[in-house]
Structure formats: structure tokens, C-alpha cells
């Protein structure tokens, strides 16, 4: 039988009542996949670009044991997914945040029942400056300070200069340069909410196409920051600690513990009738990403596995428990 839970529960929260997997620790207790017979079709893809490639990997991966299986992805943002499964052009809906209630109630006016979210990851969002750049550490207040107009955290002022976190010497003076994304995306909505406290974001902020733009406009700018998930990062960035309400300073590593602040699952929404079976190859594709070699993949693309509680709880929400 299904059950269904609440989808605006933290990973802050969930870190303390399922247990999350180590930064990258692939829960042992999860099964190994294995071939089903049945298995064929063609599955399409519309949604979140911060999980373009993850989802690539898992269906790369679910392909090597059904390779007469067809995946198309489209990336274009989390908005572009909710529309598309109302539609009926997807059978996935990936979303780097979970559904608004009014995309749940258009959904539900259509359909009758809910959308159901597979969370297959977890992603840190990283704040992420040039690799020159010395700064360690920003509480989200400051983090706020820069990139919003509103300064919801409370900030007294707007940080303009790098001097005001600290920098001394040539970067005292300055200028930061924000890049972020654009509002289709669920990263740029879950950044609001936590990051800005809600607030909204400077106009100064120079929004990108995707979450490697993000990371390619810091890299070019000695001065700037930007925000993206945690798997796009390279070599030319670094992600900076964030400060925890006790006042010590985490890095994205410390995701799966709840204790770093800009943390979140990342989901896939299916149209599952609750009073159907699910068919074989949506069934089969949930339970390989629960499984060893599916959560091998989240790792592979930079984000943290969750555990077998957590897949558990998803399976029975499917019908697949």
C-alpha cells in the first residue's frame, strides 16, 4: 500500500530521523541490482539542469542491463517539469526543489492524486568563489548581504567588497561580482529561501543558463561568487565554508549531517496512479537508482547517496514495497 510524506521536510530534519549516508558512503544494505524480464520503451526526461547529469549516469546505467530502452533528458530548470508531467511529455520530472503547492494543485485538478517525488540525492549547494580568492568561511547572513536586495537576514548594509568579510590588502577594495541562476530554476528558488531568507535577489546578480555557466562566469572573474549544486565544481573554484548557527564553519561535506546550512534533496516526480500498478520500466528505473549501482552513479556526479531508509520509504510510496 502507498503512503504518502510530507515533501518540505529538510535534509537537517531527515539527518536525524533516517540517518543519511556519509559523504561518500553508498549505503551497504542497499540491494544490488539485477535484470528484470519485461523491461522496454522509451522514457523521456523534462526538468532540473543541476541534475542533467545524474540523470544521464542513471540512465546510462539502467540502460546497460535493458539497452533496448530509449531515454531522452531535456534540462531547461525545475519549472519546466511540473508542466511537463501534467502534459504528459515526460515520464520524469526531475527538480532540484521540491513542488510548490499551486504546481501540486494544478497537477492534482487534472489528475486526481498527487505527484509522487523519488529522492534520489542529496546535493549541497556550493557558494563558490575564484580559486585566488582567500576567503574561508560567510554566515548566510552575509551570504544574504550580497546577493539580495532585501537583506532578510538582518544585515545592516549590502556587501559590495570583499574588505567588508574580512579581505585585506589588494582585495580590500574590491568590487564582488554575483552570478546565479535564472528563476526557472530550483536552485535559484531554493537559494531564495534558505540563502535570502526568503528575501529577493539583487539586480545585480548576473543570472546564467545553467549551473556550469555559474561556475565558468566565477572562474573568469577573480572577484567573483556564484552559486551552483556542489557537483559542478571545478578546479578553477572553491567552494567556501558556511557558518552554522553554533558558530563553527562547515563545508559541503558536512551535507549529509545536516550541519552544512544550504543542503536539500534532489527529486524526480512521477505521475503514479495510486490505484494502478506501476508498469515495469518506470518500476525498474525507481528501483535502480535505490539501488548499489544507482546510488554509485550520485556519487560519481558529485552529490551524496541517501540511505536505505530513505529508499525504503520512497519504494512503499511507489507500490514497489
Request: charged share 15%.
Amino acid at each position: 500500500m502507498r503512503t504518502s510524506f510530507s515533501l518540505s521536510l529538510a535534509v537537517s530534519a531527515l539527518a536525524l530521523s533516517v540517518g543519511m549516508a556519509n559523504a561518500q558512503s553508498i549505503d551497504p544494505t542497499l540491494p544490488t541490482y539485477e535484470a528484470a524480464s519485461g523491461v522496454s520503451g522509451n522514457l523521456t526526461s523534462i526538468g532540473s539542469d543541476t541534475l542533467n547529469n545524474l540523470m544521464t549516469l542513471w540512465s546510462e546505467g539502467f540502460r546497460s542491463f535493458y539497452p533496448n530502452v530509449a531515454v531522452q533528458i531535456q534540462g531547461a530548470g525545475s519549472g519546466t517539469a511540473p508542466p511537463a508531467l501534467i502534459e504528459g511529455t515526460a515520464q520524469f520530472g526531475p527538480m532540484s526543489r521540491a513542488m510548490r503547492g499551486s504546481e501540486i494543485e494544478e497537477f492534482e485538478a487534472r489528475y486526481g492524486y498527487p505527484p509522487i517525488p523519488l529522492r534520489g540525492a542529496i546535493d549541497a549547494l556550493g557558494v563558490f568563489v575564484h580559486r585566488d580568492n582567500p576567503l574561508e568561511c560567510l554566515s548566510l547572513q552575509e551570504v544574504d548581504a550580497i546577493f539580495s536586495s532585501t537583506r532578510a537576514g538582518g544585515a545592516d548594509a549590502a556587501i559590495t567588497t570583499w574588505g567588508q568579510v574580512g579581505l585585506t590588502g589588494e582585495w580590500a577594495d574590491r568590487p564582488i561580482a554575483m552570478y546565479g541562476r535564472n528563476s526557472a530554476s530550483g536552485t535559484y528558488g531554493y537559494f531564495k529561501e534558505v540563502a535570502l531568507f526568503g528575501g529577493d535577489f539583487s539586480p545585480e546578480v548576473r543570472e546564467q543558463p545553467g549551473s556550469s555557466t555559474v561556475i565558468q562566469g566565477v572562474a573568469a572573474d577573480i572577484g567573483g561568487i556564484g552559486y551552483s549544486g556542489v557537483g559542478y565544481g571545478t578546479a578553477d573554484v572553491r567552494a567556501i565554508q558556511i557558518r552554522g548557527e553554533d558558530g563553527n564553519c562547515y563545508s559541503t561535506d558536512d551535507a549529509p549531517s545536516g550541519n552544512y546550512a544550504i543542503a536539500r534533496f534532489l527529486y524526480v516526480y512521477m505521475n503514479v496512479d495510486p490505484n494502478a500498478e506501476l508498469e515495469p520500466l518506470r518500476a525498474e528505473f525507481v528501483r535502480y537508482v535505490y539501488s548499489q549501482q544507482g546510488q554509485a552513479d550520485v556519487v560519481r556526479a558529485g552529490f551524496f547517496p541517501v540511505t536505505s531508509r530513505v529508499a525504503d520509504m520512497d519504494l512503499e510510496a511507489f507500490g514497489l514495497k
